[in-house]
């Protein structure tokens, strides 16, 4: 399968101190909490149109959008050079949940009617709703270890593969397997390291490689 | 394929052998399947991966420089080899040529001469914790 976009998010268990710079003088000045939490201010979002990258640092967590993905060595090389820069200015909370969300697609030989009608056959037992149904979706949730995985997937035609991606490729097919893998952690009060980080959207990254090629196998035997 | 908007019922079924993708249940929302607009609840609420958050303050730019592994390592070998980083990445190196494995082969001859007559041996850890505690080097004799 083709390896799409990727989405890398980091959740923090606190908002980041760069958004609450009101809750931080008052300590500074009276040595007291605010009776009230201020209002964070608004995040930051950067599209960098070449690359196809989106970064987005707000008060709650940390994201990347890497678009046009050639393989998964450009994902890893990005995300590490882009938390990098980030905790470079930006001290980064404890975090409480750790997602890495790999979408990849596979050209499909036959029609969106024919591709529905494989899957009905592969992944459900007919019955009346299945007999009926002109589109169908899968979803379901893998462990590895201390980490879950969100597995997605469906036929899908060109107009609808369009809409899952911000960052619309030139070229899709007109049928096609859709897949979507969200490997994550919810993880208690994690200080984030590059190797912590690294390790896991290595990790994240293979996961997503190993759905795709069960999820090619199947498909492959039917179609 | 279709897509989930609200809370999914969750099923447990036996459609599927658990070998095939190792799952622990299938989640469906069979109600709530809306083409084009794709959004995922499990159990443990919602928790997708995702960069949607408050209403950030957007900036667009051309192009980023990144610190990228690719651009911290040149790759440069001899002979004019066209091998990029990605190769190197993946395992697929050049097979040295003929004159390089000669010139290697050299160095390891000067190298075992110049071990022999200097009687070099490894600086193991133990020893060097010896000669920083005593404040002298060791009799190798």
Redesign the interface.
Known sequence: MILAQVIVELRHSQPLKLFRPYEELYRSITGKELPEKEIALPGFMLNVAEKKMRIVVEPGHTSVVLGDVPNTGYCVDNIMGLFRKITELVEMPLLKRLGIRSYWYQESRLDFTSLVSVCKEIFYKPTIFVEESVDIGASFTLKDGEYSINVHFGPMAESQLMTMFIFKPDKLPKVASYLDVDYYSLVNELNITDTILRQFVNAGLKSGVEQSEKLTNILLRKE | ????LTS?IEVRSN??SAD?????????G?SN?V??L?Q?Q???GM?????N????????????D?????KRWKVSLSGDVRVSF?DL??GRWPKPAEVELEKRREALQVAKGIRQVLDIRPLKTSTMVRQLREGKVEDRG
């Open positions: 394929m279709a897509a989930l999914p459609m599927l095939i993708l190792s799952s622990k249940y299938i989640g469906l069979i399947w083409p084009g794709y995922w499990t159990g443990q928790l997708s991966t995702s960069f958050g408050q209403r950030p303050v957007t900036f667009e730019i051309d192009t980023l990144l610190p990228i592994a690719d990605d990445r993946d």
